[in-house]
């Protein structure tokens, strides 16, 4: 539902401005949330996550064409950095939070406690965008973007299902499901992008490689540290909780430093920095080194991550007609959406094939990290093409 309103969302920007879809969102977001605590059965907290992302899709593209309107050029990295700091705190405290209430109320308080935040930035927000209108005329809306989203989305659900089969059937799902993505991605995004033409498609599709190959890497850190060196949740958490504060020290570095340096140049360094600390996660399950060692390596990789978001957010607005930068912000979230599905569904593959055998070791999880690296590191040589060769 998420990958399907980013699209809406797009076209709506650049019709009618932010102010729509970003109220609508917020609204959903906290509807959804109000409902999911009230749950009487699992299909209506599926339902409830279901708008909860509906809102999510239409908010988080609205944020970045505000982002477009209402900052100058000079400011956008800057106004990034913020962005990513906004989330860093609830990343720190929000678990602990969700733990205490779970465990001392009732779970249903983690949804309800979401919604009295939603209303003050609403209120904040309304009456500040008004000014913002859309940039493209009734008949210039391009047609046809938000049925390619849902078959989009309906491939992105199949591969993720996939991802739970063996055999034949899994097989299956997986061909399907790609072939869905396939034959709309290359609609959904700017011309070029699956192939990396230089500009604005290789932003765009950088987001969905960095975001995929960290995510999946991400994922089996608990996992990895648990099973394999006996940490408890709660150290194994910590890795996460520093990831938190990487990012955002990353993002903080290029917000001064983008305008000092070439354009794609801090997504390149950040790229190189996320191979680097998912190869450098593999000495945690060393015998012989503590498993502390993953900290350092992974603050460095969080930082990467830091620099390359907030460089490919400005880097789109920048390099967008304001006509369509509601489409082209869309396209990078959906970049985002698909390449960690993908690539988490990837790890898991590796993950899941390792468990059928019974053969499930410190070798699995340094063989998801080192093909993550590796993705990585391939990233940051194509980033070189977000460059345009002069003419």
């Known amino acids: 539902t998420s990958l399907v309103a980013m699209v809406v969302a797009g076209e709506w920007c650049d019709r009618a401005g932010p102010r729509p879809p970003l ?3 917020i609204s959903l977001f906290a509807l959804g949330a109000a409902l999911a605590g009230a749950a009487w059965s699992m299909p209506v907290l599926v339902a409830a996550r279901a ?4 809102g999510m899709g239409l908010a988080i593209v609205a944020v970045y064409v505000v982002i477009g309107r209402a900052y100058p050029e000079s400011l956008r990295p800057r106004t990034f950095a913020i962005l990513s700091a906004a989330w ?3 990343a720190i405290v929000g678990p602990l939070i969700a733990g205490f209430l779970t465990d001392h109320l009732s779970w249903r308080w983690v949804f309800w406690c979401v919604v009295p935040f939603v209303i003050p930035p609403l209120l904040l927000l309304v009456p500040r965008t008004r000014a913002f209108g859309g940039m493209l005329e009734q008949g210039e809306v391009r047609r046809g973007r938000v049925r390619l989203a849902v078959v ?3 491939g992105l659900a199949i591969v993720q299902e996939a991802g739970t089969r063996l055999g034949r059937v899994g097989a299956a799902l997986l061909v399907v499901g790609l072939a869905l993505l396939g034959s709309t991605l290359r609609l959904l995004l700017p011309t070029g992008a699956l192939r990396f033409a230089r500009g604005l498609p290789t932003v765009v599709v950088m987001r969905g490689l960095l975001a995929g190959a960290f995510f999946a890497g991400e994922a089996f850190v608990p996992l990895a540290l648990q099973t394999e060196r006996g940490a408890t949740t709660a150290q194994a958490g910590i890795a996460l ?7 955002a020290l990353g993002s903080q570095v290029q917000g001064r430093l983008y305008a000092r340096l070439p354009k794609g140049r801090l997504v390149e360094v950040g790229a190189v920095f996320v191979a680097g600390c998912l190869s450098w996660a593999c000495l945690s399950l060393v015998p012989s080194l503590s498993f502390w060692v993953i900290i350092p390596g992974w603050m460095v990789g969080a930082m990467g991550m830091g620099m390359s978001f907030g460089s490919i ?4 607005l920048e390099l967008s007609p304001p006509e369509d930068q509601g489409a082209n912000v869309a396209s990078l979230q959906v970049c985002d959406s698909v390449g960690s599905v993908l690539l988490v569904g990837l790890a898991g593959a590796i993950y899941g094939a390792a468990l059928a055998a019974g053969a499930v070791t410190s070798s699995t999880f340094i063989t998801i990290w080192l093909v993550m690296a590796a993705i990585a590191l391939t990233g940051a040589v194509l980033a070189r093409r977000i460059r345009v060769r002069p003419a």
């Open 23 to 25: 109220t609508l969102g």
């Open 152 to 154: 989009a989305a309906a």
């Open 241 to 247: 909780t520093v990831g938190a504060i990487g990012w």
């Open 88 to 90: 860093v705190l609830p």
């Open 51 to 54: 708008l909860q992302g509906l």
């Open 313 to 316: 957010g400005s880097l789109v």
